[in-house]
Nanobody, 123 residues
Framework: QVQLVESGGGLVQAGGSLRLSCAAS????????MGWFRQAPGKEREIVAR???????YYTDSVKGRFTISRDNAKNTVDLQMNSLKPEDTAVYYC?????????????????WGQGTQVTVSS
């Protein structure tokens, strides 16, 4: 059974930083891709960043230059360093993973999810 467990959310002032961490567990689970999504109230879940096993990364435009995704394949962990946070970054952040190399940025294609962690950025 695969489990993704996130940590690191919280409340921060605009301009501050937070680091989210996610650990994936499950015998023989070796996801090709891991990533972070977020969902703000009344909005659809959107991708924030993704990283492949070979460390190829993708960022949504609104976080480029502010967020950094990283991954430890040996530990099956993925982190999201968030700097220069803005109030519009406020959302529930979800860790996600998949074995396939062909998932798109659409959340519905990803098979494994964490429970979500709240990030609130005050102005």
């Amino acid at each position: 059974q695969v489990q993704l467990v996130e940590s690191g959310g919280g409340l921060v002032q605009a301009g501050g930083s937070l680091r989210l961490s996610c650990a994936a567990s499950g015998r023989t689970f070796s996801p090709y891709i891991m990533g972070w999504f977020r969902q703000a109230p009344g909005k659809e879940r959107e991708i924030v960043a993704r990283i492949t096993r070979s460390s190829s990364t993708y960022y949504t435009d609104s976080v480029k230059g502010r967020f950094t995704i990283s991954r430890d394949n040996a530990k099956n962990t993925v982190d999201l360093q968030m700097n220069s946070l803005k109030p519009e970054d406020t959302a529930v952040y979800y860790c996600a993973a998949d074995r396939s190399a062909f998932v798109s940025n659409n959340w519905s294609q990803w098979n494994y999810w964490g429970q979500g962690t709240q990030v609130t950025v005050s102005s």
